[in-house]
């Protein structure tokens, strides 16, 4: 027999004799179900606490077919995971509705082949519950690998061909947002307005640069695909776009970046060739990190509800992906521009 400290440890026999019931109504009782009157279930959680008996998870997990664990997949470098604060707001959503439910989170990033190789196997095996997928790039093989395996799966955005391989995600109007960034630079009398795009195997660097192609449309003036030079979400990226731009023929007098990071590397740029922000060029940017609001100067941007984002991400996989409750669901969450001084 067990012991800890000398005593025994509770059994589950010992918490059914205290409660007044049987063995198999206090495994209903540990494993939720419903068919339990609430006297019932509230004499086994004394008897529990009492008694401090805790569940064998790996005994119940088998029983069950249920980790109690998600899976949170960025699709990126590790490196990025802890440089861009967009991931760091994910999560915090994403953990606020997972506590509320007493699950645990597995974090784990893929970008190679056999990165997505690796994790695709590991979550296939189920080991966990339900897998929430972020930063979706075209090649990206998991959504398609884990929802013909039977995994319930939320996306965080659209992959970039709109054809969704789950039937499950949470997408924020990234066109609407390329379109109040855009406009904002024209409306404040710029008339050579740029873009340093996101990535465009992603559905978030296509769709921000369709606003900015919209707006661009609606001035009558002529497009230039010169002033469209693409980025990767990064500052380098940020940076190495604003280079471009400020090298050719003829530069632009304001730039439209899509993501804060990708800001910040434009403005240092700008700064070391002497330029002034927004005096010589004005710049927006997209998402609305902590980081915009102390940059010099403060950065205008689209806000994006990151937080949310995680938090409805998180929802549907609990409340309706894995009990399968609507065969399929998405979420399409608002931005708004957050003007500051910078365009």
Do not use: W
Request: charged share 25%; net charge negative.
């Amino acid at each position: 027999m067990a012991k800890s400290g000398g005593r025994q440890r509770p059994t589950l026999e010992m918490v059914a004799e205290r409660a007044g019931v049987g063995r198999g109504t206090v495994s209903r009782v540990i494993n939720g179900s419903a068919q339990v009157s609430p006297r019932t279930r509230d004499a086994v959680h004394t008897a529990i606490t009492e008694l401090g008996y805790s569940p064998n998870h790996a005994a119940r997990t088998l029983v069950t077919r249920r980790t109690d664990t998600i899976a949170l997949v960025v699709s990126e470098p590790r490196d990025r995971l802890f440089a861009d604060p967009f991931f760091a707001d994910i999560i915090r959503g994403v953990s606020s509705v997972l506590h509320e439910r007493d699950l645990q989170l597995m974090l784990t990033t893929a970008r190679s082949e056999a990165e997505h190789r690796r994790v695709g196997d590991y979550l296939a095996g189920f080991h966990v519950d339900g897998a929430l997928l972020v930063s979706l790039h075209r090649d990206d093989p998991l959504p398609a690998r884990l929802t013909e395996a039977g995994v319930p799966v939320v996306q965080g955005g659209l992959p970039h061909t709109n054809v969704r391989a789950t039937p499950y995600y949470v997408e924020v109007d990234n066109t609407c947002g390329g379109r109040e960034a855009t406009r904002r630079l024209y409306e404040t009398g710029h008339r050579r307005v740029a873009t340093v795009t996101g990535p465009l195997d992603m559905n978030a660097g296509v769709e921000r640069l369709r606003g900015y192609r919209q707006v661009v449309e609606e001035t009558g003036l002529p497009a230039d695909e010169d002033l469209v030079v693409e980025g990767d979400f990064s500052a380098e990226g940020g940076a190495a776009g604003m280079e471009r731009l400020l090298d050719s023929a003829e530069p632009p007098d304001a730039v439209f970046v899509a993501s804060d990071m990708m800001a910040l590397g434009a403005m240092r740029v700008l700064r070391e060739r002497g330029l002034r922000v927004p005096h010589d060029l004005a710049l927006v940017g997209f998402d609305d990190t902590l980081m915009a609001e102390h940059s010099d100067p403060p950065l205008t941007t689209v806000h994006q509800p990151t937080v949310r984002m995680g938090y409805e991400m998180a929802t549907l996989l609990t409340d309706v992906a894995i009990p399968r409750t609507e065969a399929s669901a998405s979420v399409v969450l608002d931005t708004h521009l957050v003007v500051r001084g910078s365009g």
